[in-house]
């Protein structure tokens, strides 16, 4: 069965904080996601990555960073947490044929910042 | 740009009724569309993925029809019960990644 875990399922970390969101999926996908979700703006891509060491950013990608130096390991950094990074964080990781298959998603990680 | 949206933002519904949602998008040059369901505080469940080149795709009480040239995509829900309340997404390919709707959150009233 398809897996995708997410290190917390809730964070509170303070402004200024460095705060690291771990996920990982053993379907040995290439294609790894980072999401926001927010209430009245929907889901929106942070950054993507399609094979190790590789990114690219999404349509929000300010005051985050990502990396990959595993397969199956995708990190979301957030280098100095401020108040409007406060939402739920979902992963999703999907097989190299992207778009023309589903993505699997994990079960999210609410961060507040306070 | 594609653009999705899902209209209405919410339903209520009595356990047994049908259910049916609506998802429009502005790009017709679709490669695919899915519809995902999300549990309040979870993450996304894939529920159909209807390639471009289908007008519908069922499982068990969910069926989920294509039509691309209006730009629209209708999911049906048969003989809804009150594990069915959650939000619906509908969600396209537009370039590089998958764009969104807002969602219908759906309450099935037992």
């Known amino acids: 069965d398809v897996k995708v875990t997410q290190s917390s399922r809730y964070l509170v970390k303070r402004t200024g904080e460095k705060v690291f969101l771990e996920c990982v999926q053993d379907?040995?996908?290439?294609?790894m996601f980072w999401y926001r979700q927010d209430p009245g703006l929907g889901l929106r891509l942070i950054y993507f990555?399609?094979?190790?060491?590789?990114?690219e950013k999404g349509d929000i990608p300010e005051g985050y960073s990502v990396s990959r130096e595993k397969k199956e390991r995708f990190s979301l950094i957030l280098e100095s947490a401020s108040t409007n990074q406060t939402s739920m964080y979902l992963c999703?990781?999907?097989?190299?044929?992207?778009?023309?298959?589903?993505?699997?998603f994990g079960p999210g990680t609410r961060l507040l910042v306070l | 740009k594609q653009e999705v949206t899902q209209i209405p933002a919410a339903l209520s519904v009595p356990e047994g009724e049908n259910l049916v949602l609506n998802c429009s998008f502005t790009?017709?040059?679709?490669?695919?569309l899915q519809w995902f369901r999300q549990d309040p505080g979870k993450g996304l469940t894939s529920l159909l993925l209807?390639?471009?080149?289908?007008r519908e795709q069922t499982s068990g009480r969910l069926n989920a029809s294509l039509d691309k040239s209006s730009g629209r995509s209708t999911l049906y829900i048969a003989a809804s019960q009150p594990g069915d309340s959650a939000t619906y997404l509908c969600?396209?390919?537009?370039?590089?990644?998958?764009?969104f709707g807002a969602g219908t959150t759906v309450t099935v009233r037992a």
């Open positions: 999703a990781s999907s097989p190299p044929e992207g778009l023309q298959e589903t993505q699997y």
């Open positions: 379907m040995d996908h290439e294609n």
């Open positions: 990555s399609y094979d190790v060491k590789m990114k």
């Open positions: 790009d017709s040059a679709i490669y695919n």
């Open positions: 209807i390639q471009s080149s289908q």
């Open positions: 969600a396209l390919p537009n370039d590089y990644k998958l764009s």
